[in-house]
């Protein structure tokens, strides 16, 4: 069964860079399926922030606005994320979550998510 | 502003039945993408409660049921159960975006 686990600084100063990682367990992230990431400010909804393929592709939701970069690290099967130039916005629960591609009509379905890690953006 | 609209609350009795809507436009729900349901119970990560519109992952109660017809979807829940106190988020893809898209969420509380 796979399991997810975020990791990171809890606090980031404003115009630092937001750094997370998400270990994986129970799966290889290179045999198949989508790693994303998506976060939660206090109180509000669900933001998808964007994905990494298992061949190392990426797609970024175009609201971040190039701030954002997500890899794979093969060797310790571990994704990544990384958000530039913080603002207290970006103050929220990130989780990665394993989720499959668009299939014929069937949107990406997340089938997996990690237990999520507030990260503050505050000085 | 998520580009998925739902109401932010919904209360209901335990017994009654209540639905839950999201709202979409033809670059979304009202194209032939399916919509997925999750529910995240408090202090957890979202769970997958409702797949391609209408269908139960195993384990799901059938009190669960789904529906989509045009630019809107759909979650009722009946015989509603004080464990189904939880917020409940859509999600489909957008053709404009290119990307995934999630509802903003409904808290629904048992009274």
């Not at chain 2, 009722?76 to 004080?82: E, F, M």
């Amino acid at each position: 069964q796979v399991q997810l686990q975020e990791s990171g600084p809890g606090l980031v100063k404003p115009s630092e860079t937001l750094s997370l990682t998400c270990s994986v367990s129970g799966y290889s992230i290179t045999s198949g399926h989508y790693w994303g990431w998506i976060r939660q400010p206090p109180g509000k909804g669900l933001e998808y922030i964007g994905n990494v393929y298992h061949i190392g592709s990426t797609y970024y939701n175009p609201s971040l606005k190039g701030r954002v970069s997500i890899s794979l690290d093969k060797s310790k099967n571990q994704v990544s994320l990384k958000v530039t130039s913080v603002i207290d916005t970006d103050t929220a629960v990130y989780y990665c979550a394993r989720h499959s591609g668009v299939v014929g009509t069937i949107p990406p379905l997340f089938d997996s998510w990690g237990q999520g890690t507030l990260v503050i953006v505050s000085s | 502003q998520s580009v998925l609209t739902q109401p932010p609350s919904m209360s209901g009795a335990p017994g009654q039945r209540v639905t839950i809507s999201c709202t979409g436009n033809s670059s979304n729900i009202g194209t032939p993408y399916a919509v997925h349901w999750y529910q995240q119970l408090p202090g957890t990560a979202p769970k997958l409660l409702i797949y391609a519109n209408v269908n139960r992952p195993s384990g799901v109660p059938d009190r669960f049921s789904g529906s989509k017809s045009g630019t809107s979807a759909s979650l009722a829940i009946t015989g509603l159960q004080a464990e189904d106190e939880a917020d409940y988020y859509c999600q489909s893809y957008d053709i404009s975006l290119s990307g995934v898209v999630f509802g903003g969420g409904t808290k629904l509380t048992v009274l």
